[in-house]
């Protein structure tokens, strides 16, 4: 995005940033979630360059080359052995690790959440990302149907809140356009727990027209981890689509949300959420989208609408249309460009890249 064309958009982004913020960070390293590796991670296509990330270890060994100070990554697979080797390479790498997993589906699902908690403890994990379930918009037709798999998200948590209590860790569920902040906020007081919290993306609650930093600055005293991701977007004949950018190439006020964060919720560690695919569409004038959502204010539309025709780009990349190669190259310089943004812009520590991954950014 064009410098020009991001500060046009601040004003609509609401505050400006706090300019103590970056000191705040020293000595703290930006994380990376897996899903920025879209494509590296268990992909089918190899080169030398860019070899697939085979398993967790793959990933930690090329996350200390770049300066990953935590990685959040799946531990369904582990088994101990595997455990006791990211155990070894964490402290070895100064790399902490939170994992990600599936909460439990029913009763019998219990003992599979369990073992995979423990499993995730002996590796060193005390933090759990996971989410509740599907966009809303695209799941579900009718809000009685909605309602019902709410009623259900209530026991699913109260299993994995007992579980957590009971091996000792955390759970951090991610606001996956599921849920308003609203809904967020009084399922947080419903539980009532502190094994459970927050995973704060800083930019999917935008897909229900919700501002990203009203929702950091409603949520973040809830927040056990967080997904940092930047936005590009685009206004199209029945809404907007929305994808990820390369942190400071979006149209989101970061430092001002990394202030917030910082003052609510001052341990939590920042995970780059960079997926390198193609953008998501967000229906919100089609007639369907507000079938879940039918006491939604117009006002939040508006603002919306204003905000994407304000700082909607012309168009967003095609990454379906790249060759493999190509989306390999891609992927990694976002990640790269992000990682040297935080250092640069937001204040996180200055990363050390390999000299020969250097050279070909």
């Not at 957590?164 to 609203?182: C, L, P, S, T, Y």
């Not at 199209?236 to 202030?259: K, T």
């Not at 695919?277 to 959502?293: E, F």
Request: overall charge neutral; hydrophobic content about 40%.
């Amino acid at each position: 995005m064009l410098r020009r064309h991001l500060l046009l958009c601040l004003p609509v982004l609401l505050a400006p940033s706090r300019s103590s913020f970056a000191a705040t960070f020293k000595g703290q390293r930006l994380g990376l979630a897996i899903q920025s590796y879209a494509h590296r991670w268990k992909g089918n296509h190899s080169s030398i360059q860019f070899p697939a990330f085979r398993d967790v270890l793959d990933v930690m060994d090329h996350g200390r080359e770049i300066g990953v100070g935590s990685l959040q990554i799946g531990v369904a697979d582990w088994d101990r052995d595997l455990a006791q080797q990211v155990r070894a390479s964490s402290e070895s790498y100064d790399m902490k690790v939170e994992g990600s997993l599936r909460l439990p589906q029913a009763v019998g699902d219990v003992d599979r959440f369990t073992r995979e908690l423990r499993i995730g403890k002996e590796a060193g994990i005390t933090i759990f990302h996971t989410v509740l379930g599907p966009r809303r918009y695209e799941a579900f037709s009718k809000l009685s149907d909605f309602e019902q798999w709410k009623g259900t998200v209530r026991r699913t948590l109260e299993w994995a809140e007992t579980v957590a209590r009971k091996v000792g860790v955390k759970i951090a569920i991610e606001n996956h356009q599921d849920f308003q902040v609203a809904e967020w906020l009084e399922l947080m007081k419903a539980i009532s727990s502190s094994q459970v919290g927050i995973c704060l993306n800083t930019s999917s609650s935008l897909g229900l027209l919700e501002l990203p930093l009203e929702t950091v600055r409603q949520l973040a005293p809830y927040t056990f981890s967080v997904h940092l991701s930047d936005l590009a977007v685009h206004q199209v004949e029945d809404g907007f689509e929305m994808a990820a950018a390369p942190l400071g190439q979006g149209i989101l006020n970061l430092p001002e949300m990394l202030s917030i964060l910082r003052s609510e919720a001052p341990r939590v560690e920042y995970h780059l959420k960079m997926p390198t695919i193609d953008a998501q569409h967000i229906p919100c004038l089609r007639d369907s989208y507000w079938d879940t959502m039918p006491n939604k204010s117009g006002v939040d539309l508006a603002r919306t609408v204003a905000l994407v025709q304000k700082c909607g780009l012309t168009k967003l990349p095609q990454i379906s249309s790249i060759s493999e190669q190509g989306k390999l190259v891609l992927e990694e310089k976002n990640i790269l460009d992000s990682f040297h943004h935080a250092a640069k812009s937001l204040g996180f520590y200055q990363i050390q890249i390999m000299k020969a991954q250097a050279e070909d950014h």
